[in-house]
C-alpha cells in the first residue's frame, strides 16, 4: 500500500519559515520525480516545485524562486520543502506527489 504522510506545517509570522516533510512508504521513491503542491481557500490547486528522480534538478513557480528549495532524500524515502520568507498570501494546504498518489496534506498558516 503506498502512503504518502506529510508533516511540518504550522502557523508562521510573515517573513518566517517552515520546513515541510513527506515520507513516502510502499513505493519505489528513488525512481521518479517529487513534486510539493498547494491549494489556498476558494483557490485551484498550484505546482510548487518538483524535483527530478536522477539529476536533482528541481523546478520552481516564479513566485516562489529563490525563497523555496525543494530536496529529497532517497536513503528515508524523503522529500523536504524549505519555505522561507514566507507571505500571508501562501497560506494554503501543502501537499506532495509522486504518480498517481498524493499524501493527505500539512496546513501552513502565514498569519500574524
Known amino acids: 500500500q503506498v502512503q504518502l504522510v506529510e508533516s511540518g506545517g504550522g502557523l508562521v509570522q510573515p517573513g518566517g519559515s517552515l520546513r515541510l516533510s513527506c515520507v513516502v512508504l510502499?513505493?519505489?521513491?528513488?525512481?521518479?520525480?517529487m513534486r510539493w503542491y498547494r491549494q489556498a481557500p476558494g483557490k485551484g490547486r498550484e505546482l510548487v516545485a518538483d524535483?527530478?528522480?536522477?539529476?536533482?534538478?528541481?523546478v520552481y513557480v516564479d513566485s516562489v524562486k529563490g525563497r523555496f528549495t525543494i530536496s529529497r532524500d532517497n536513503a528515508k524515502n524523503t522529500v523536504y520543502l524549505q519555505m522561507n520568507s514566507l507571505k500571508p498570501e501562501e497560506t494554503a494546504v501543502y501537499s506532495c506527489?509522486?504518480?498517481?498518489?498524493w499524501g493527505q496534506g500539512t496546513q501552513v498558516t502565514v498569519s500574524s
Open positions: 524535483i527530478s528522480s536522477t539529476s536533482g534538478s528541481t
Open positions: 510502499g513505493f519505489p521513491f528513488s525512481i521518479y520525480d
Open positions: 506527489n509522486v504518480q498517481f498518489y
